[in-house]
């Protein structure tokens, strides 16, 4: 990077100014974040980050012209990389790379909500205090972060038939019955339950069958026991093939009334 591309003209400055953009193109291509954003929230995340460590208001701008500027009685002046201590630096670029990560979070969870009550089909990884950790990929996914993910299928959520006969390695569908983010010490994170035994799930099921193969009809569940039987109303005839598989897989009648 280039004196004149950098906008500053002091060598030492531009030295420093140079390694924030590398060390931002680094965070954006970790987070899958365009370039262009990742400049405009840097610039958001380092002006608060810097605001917080030097107790006065700064704004740091990256695009063109690249300086940082303080701001007291109402005057604007200019602050060198040098003038900064190596602590505030340190926690400016900690506090960077946590807006990234959050950011890339967000977008996650917003492609993994698509998710929701639908059917998706995955291997049990992890089998802990008898909840199984199922990896799974999503179809919807935009960025190469987001395209496996770690849904939870809680015991309560396991047909009883089924609890104690799950085995690590085991590929099964399961049905999405909630996605959601929380924030656990400043970490965000990202909860997918996963079901067996919602009475959603063989009604789901059928329909990602049916409209696999082109067909589209109005299903809904009026009844089931998981592990014993299904009813599913149907607004026309539904194939007896599509029926069958999902029984085997399932394990239980299906029976579909029209």
Do not use: W
């Not at 030097?54 to 002046?77: E, M, P, T, W």
């Not at 399961?174 to 929380?182: L, Y």
């Amino acid at each position: 990077m280039t004196e004149q591309q950098i906008g500053v003209s002091n060598l030492y400055d531009v030295e420093v100014f140079g390694q924030v953009v590398d060390y931002i193109e680094e965070l954006a291509r970790k987070y899958e974040i365009p370039f262009e954003d990742a400049l405009e929230q840097a610039e958001f995340a380092l002006s608060h980050a810097l605001s917080e460590k030097l107790n006065i208001d700064v704004q740091v701008y990256l695009k063109q012209n690249i300086k940082i500027l303080g701001f007291s009685d109402s005057k604007a002046f200019k602050i060198r990389p040098k003038q900064i201590p190596k602590d505030a630096i340190a926690y400016a670029k900690e506090f960077l790379k946590y807006r990234f990560y959050c950011l890339s979070t967000q977008r996650i969870l917003y492609d993994a909500k698509k998710l929701t009550r639908t059917v998706v089909t995955g291997t049990i990884k992890r089998i802990i205090e008898k909840n199984l950790y199922v990896k799974f990929q999503n179809p919807h996914a935009m960025t190469e972060g987001g395209r496996v993910l770690i849904g939870v299928c809680p015991l309560e959520h396991q047909t009883p038939k089924e609890r104690g006969a799950y085995r690590e390695g085991m590929i099964l569908p399961f049905f999405v019955t909630s996605v959601r983010g929380i924030v656990e010490e400043r970490v965000p994170k990202i909860i997918i339950t996963l079901s067996r035994n919602s009475i959603s799930f063989p009604e789901a099921l059928l329909r990602k069958f049916l409209n696999d193969n082109g067909i589209f009809i109005e299903l809904k569940t009026l009844r089931r026991i998981a592990g014993a039987y299904t009813v599913i109303q149907a607004s026309e005839r539904v194939p007896k093939d599509y029926i069958k598989k999902v029984t085997e897989i399932l394990k239980e009648g299906v029976i579909v009334k029209y």
